[in-house]
DNA sequence: GCCTGCCCCTGATATAGATCAATCAGGCTG
DNA sequence: CAGCCTGATTGATCTATATCAGGGGCAGGC
């Protein structure tokens, strides 16, 4: 609890990376946020960062959980997959996120790059060893996974029992509401990921995605901005149409 | 973090509680399991027992998250609603459970009893406060959420991408491991819950449950037991069906 | 500038499961 | 022990969304 860093180790820091965690631009966002600089300082240690390129697994079901990771820049898709290839996405991270919190010592989702991807990675024991000598890490952690949980519980509410009308909308109020936690604007959002992963994310197929989306065009409730954005029209509009629920960042 | 209880202070524990944790019949199963017959002793002292009758509430979406629970007896359904009354079942808890664990200060859903409760009560200011002198507690805590967790990814992936076939026979092998797990027999099934709560469950309607179940019972993969009771004659073909293996009807 | 390939969008049709509508089977009441 | 009442089952029909099938546009390569 009393060893120091002497001097920066030389860790592999990914591009954008190199400077220390103090300077780090999603701090308040993740974990790290739980953390004084002296901690902080411990913390770094065992870091070591990592790009990924877009369509890149970080992650795989069923292997080894190795390592566990924090978004710095890019965005992440969570999926499980069926024997037949069906997959469901579990959810999307983006800066700030925290991957890798794993039962046993087998991860059980895959991740997958959406963008090109800058992470840092925790070794797994590492961490755990550090965990005994950070409470507050632990308590964020625990924080973090309770966090997930409720929004996995709103993405079961959405998949069992939602229309695809409220299923989209719920979709880009949600990742509205993420957009300004990161402090981007509310408005227009970027949508970094396909049809194909909006679709599996929200149990329904490309077509009835993009026919939805055409839907909400039509009622001015969306249109659409540059090549992959959507604006919001009318936040209220798109509010009333997931029946006034309480559907989570 | 040396106060220990002097004596059995009066907690108005429910019946069948009235002994010591030391001789509590799930203490195995449950977060108690990770603590040392002293730190028992410790936690012991913010526990009050709490009764709770079929159909009653042990907490409500959006209300304020004052306490959280251990199941001793029973079951309890967990869910939530959408403004119009549809409803989403999130899980269902049995013996041994822990129930309660919020994000913020405000339930997230709401809980039920489907079979008359007995239940271990933690206030949650308290539970917090011992947190820190018994660090094996929150890590239990932790794994207990991170377990939720991956259950609830596992159900994104039935809601989202399986067919009533697979969801009916997954949530009958669901219902058989947990029973195992708490020392019960993998077949004769206990169903505490009415079909509208497996509906609600599963994403569909009582009458499809029902239809389900009556093919997997044409099939010869299950059988009737008992008055609410289904005997499981092929956990194999059963299993088959739950991965999307077309090769069955 | 012109292919080529990948998304995305849109239209036509099919279908799994929802909805509507009776029974049916127990168990509880009086 | 007859009459309800509630929950489960079964049948007939409907519909939201899947599936099948093109077609269009932008990006990247040559």
Redesign the interface.
């Known amino acids: 609890m009393t060893v120091l860093t002497p001097a920066l180790p030389k860790t592999g820091l990914a591009p954008g990376l190199q400077g220390r965690c103090a300077a780090c631009e999603i701090r308040e966002l993740s974990v790290c946020s739980a953390l004084s600089e002296t901690e902080l300082a411990r913390l770094r240690t065992i870091i070591t960062g990592y790009h990924v390129e877009p369509g890149r697994t970080v992650i795989e079901e069923g292997g080894p959980a190795t390592d566990l990771f924090n978004v710095v820049r890019g965005t992440v898709k969570l999926y499980?997959l069926?024997?037949?290839g069906?997959?469901?996405v579990?959810g999307f991270l983006f800066p700030g996120d925290f991957l890798g919190?794993?039962?046993n010592d087998i991860y059980?989702?895959s991740a997958e790059a959406i963008e090109p991807l800058e992470l840092c990675r925790f070794p797994r024991k590492k961490l755990e060893a550090l965990?005994?000598e950070l409470?507050r890490l632990?308590?964020r952690?625990?924080?973090e996974?309770?966090?997930?949980?409720?929004a996995?519980?709103?993405?079961?509410?959405l998949?069992?029992?939602?229309t695809a009308k409220e299923r989209v909308a719920s979709f880009l109020i949600s990742l509205s509401r993420r957009a300004v936690k990161r402090r981007r604007p509310a408005s227009p959002l970027d949508i970094p990921m396909s049809r194909t992963d909006m679709a599996?994310?929200?149990?329904l197929t490309t077509e009835t995605v993009s026919r939805t989306l055409t839907q909400l065009r039509n009622a001015k409730l969306i249109a659409p901005h540059g090549r992959k954005g959507i604006a919001i029209l009318d936040m209220d509009g798109l509010s009333a149409l997931v029946?006034?629920?309480s559907s989570a960042d």
């Open positions: 499980k069926l024997p037949d069906r997959r469901q579990t919190i794993a039962l059980a989702y965990l005994v409470p632990e308590r952690l625990l924080g996974t309770a966090h997930e949980l409720a996995a519980q709103d993405q079961m509410l998949l069992g029992r939602k599996d994310f929200l149990g029946d006034g629920d």
